[in-house]
Nanobody, 123 residues
C-alpha cells in the first residue's frame, strides 16, 4: 500500500501565495514522476505540474511563471509553491506519484493519488 498525504491548502486572497506539500509513505520501492493535478467545480481534473526523479519539470500553460514544483527524494515528498494566485486557481489539488510498490517479494507499478486539498482564491 502507498499513501499520499497532502497539506497546505486553504483560503487566500488574489495575488497571494500558498505552498502545498505531499508526502508519500508505505511499501515504496521507488518513485518515478510526481505531480499535482487540480479539479475545479464542474470541470475535469487537469494537470498542474509534474517533476521527474531527476528534477525535470513540466507545467500547464496557465500556471507557468507563477507555480513551482519541487521534490525531496530522500523524504518522498513533492511541493507546489503557488504565487500570484488568481480566483481561477480555485480547485481541489491532488498529489500523484508514479511508484513501484512491493508486497513481500512482489514488486509492481502503482499510480497513487492523494485525497485532495482545497485551495480557494478570493477576488
Amino acid at each position: 500500500q502507498v499513501q499520499l498525504l497532502e497539506s497546505g491548502g486553504g483560503l487566500v486572497q488574489a495575488g497571494g501565495s500558498l505552498r502545498l506539500s505531499c508526502a508519500a509513505s508505505g511499501s515504496i520501492f521507488s518513485i518515478n514522476n510526481m505531480g499535482w493535478y487540480r479539479q475545479a467545480p464542474g470541470k475535469q481534473r487537469e494537470l498542474v505540474a509534474t517533476v521527474t526523479r531527476g528534477g525535470n519539470t513540466n507545467y500547464a500553460d496557465s500556471v507557468k511563471g507563477r507555480f513551482t514544483i519541487s521534490r525531496d527524494n530522500a523524504k518522498n515528498t513533492v511541493y507546489l509553491q503557488m504565487n500570484s494566485l488568481k480566483p481561477e486557481d480555485t480547485a481541489v489539488y491532488y498529489c500523484n506519484a508514479d511508484t513501484v510498490a512491493y508486497s513481500g517479494s512482489y514488486y509492481h507499478s502503482l499510480d497513487a493519488w492523494g485525497q485532495g486539498t482545497l485551495v480557494t482564491v478570493s477576488s
